[in-house]
């Protein structure tokens, strides 16, 4: 916002159209497809520093969302650093487990909602414009 202090620039304009929400972004390695970042939520639900089924239905539609960036609730490295019993922990092999498993699903449920919205007919027709392939 520093740049905007004193300018009428389109870029500083809140109702403008130009602004870069829907934009992608580059973060060193990362590649994100547009800049609404969900910040990271403490649910309070884990067992023993372990995700269950609340994590998998709450981290998956997030990530179904469309956001570019989801970041993680706070993740203890050390039981004694959570700083309630119902934090997120990644201290033994069943953290590491339920991890994997929540967070695996919610990315490979979001590759193929990509997939399937890069085949609808209006995706079709922006590759077409494009002058891009899409597999059938
Ligand atoms: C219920 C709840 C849980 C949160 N859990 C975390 C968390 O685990 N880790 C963290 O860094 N921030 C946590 N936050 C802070 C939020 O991610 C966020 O930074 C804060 O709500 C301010 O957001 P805003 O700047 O968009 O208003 C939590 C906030 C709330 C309300």
Redesign the pocket.
């Known amino acids: 916002m520093a740049d905007c202090v004193g300018a009428r620039s389109a870029r500083c304009d809140p109702f403008s159209m130009t602004a870069h929400l829907f934009d992608p972004l580059r973060l060193g390695s990362l590649a994100l497809a547009n800049r609404i970042v969900i910040?990271?939520?403490?649910q309070y639900s884990a067992v023993d520093g372990t995700p269950g089924d609340w994590h998998l239905i709450h981290l998956g539609h997030l990530a179904l969302s469309g956001a570019g960036l989801m970041i993680l609730?706070?993740t203890a490295v050390s039981a004694e650093g959570r700083i309630t019993a119902g934090d997120l922990g990644l201290y033994d092999d069943a953290n590491e487990a339920g991890l994997a498993r929540v967070l695996g699903r919610s990315a490979r449920s979001r590759r193929s909602r990509s997939r399937c919205r890069s085949r609808t007919p209006a995706a079709r027709a922006r590759a077409a414009r494009r002058g891009t392939a899409v597999r059938k």
């Open positions: 910040a990271p939520m403490c609730e706070a």
